[in-house]
T-cell receptor
């Protein structure tokens, strides 16, 4: 029973365009969401997060949108750069639980 | 930023042996460390939460007698896979959290690839 779902295993985007990575969740108790970026042979690194009391959070080229009614969040990267090529994990947590629940990840490939 | 290291980065062992994986926070003290496991093409699954000086809290379905966790100091947590079997082959990754709040950032180690023959 996967509580956090990333239905696109991979995504290819042209350099300079917008990359949109999607994530769906089923547990309505989740109240904090995070995106991590992972390069091969390295651990995930934190990218951006959003609390359930917000519907948008922006940090430079990265924006995360949260639609609570649809239990859906998305990460927008604009403009996409070659260094953005990596696996992106969506993660969620809720008060009372310490650990993160991860999606399977989406491999983003930025093409020149 | 905060750095978390893991040792070894990869290990191959025979079935029935035990393997210890170390997780260290190099430039900060971590009150809480987490251990995750990732099978191929699967998500990272939380195995246990480790608080310094106390017993680890294991997720449902994770055998605490098989996966021994020790968090003896604020900078070191160890995971010992006892009597390893081929189905334990996986990518084990730890993370460390600086604060006590659930939204405090977790910093991840690079992971350890375990292969049990």
């Amino acid at each position: 029973d996967q509580q956090v779902k990333q239905n696109s295993p991979s995504l290819s985007v042209q350099e300079g365009r917008i990359s949109i990575l999607n994530c769906d969740y089923t547990n309505s108790m989740f109240d904090y969401f995070l995106w991590y970026k992972k390069y091969p042979a390295e651990g995930p690194t934190f990218l951006i997060s959003i609390s359930s009391i917000k519907d948008k959070n922006e940090d430079g080229r990265f924006t995360v949108f949260l639609n609570k009614s649809a239990k859906h969040l998305s990460l927008h990267i604009v403009p996409s750069q070659p260094g953005d090529s990596a696996v992106y994990f969506c993660a969620a947590m809720y008060r009372g639980a310490d650990g993160l629940t991860f999606g399977k990840g989406t491999h983003l490939i930025i093409q020149p | 930023g905060a750095v978390v290291s893991q040792h070894p980065s990869w290990v191959i062992c025979k079935s029935g042996t035990s393997v210890k994986i170390e997780c260290r926070s190099l430039d900060f003290q971590a009150t809480t460390m987490f251990w995750y496991r990732q099978f191929p093409k699967q998500s990272l699954m939380l195995m246990a939460t480790s608080n310094e000086g106390s017993k680890a809290t294991y997720e449902q379905g994770v055998e605490k007698d098989k996966f021994l966790i020790n968090h003896a100091s604020l900078t070191l947590s160890t995971l010992t896979v006892t009597s390893a079997h081929p189905e334990d082959s996986s990518f084990y990754i730890c993370s460390a959290r600086v604060g006590a709040g659930v939204s405090d950032e977790q910093f991840f180690g690079p992971g350890t690839r375990l292969t049990v023959l």
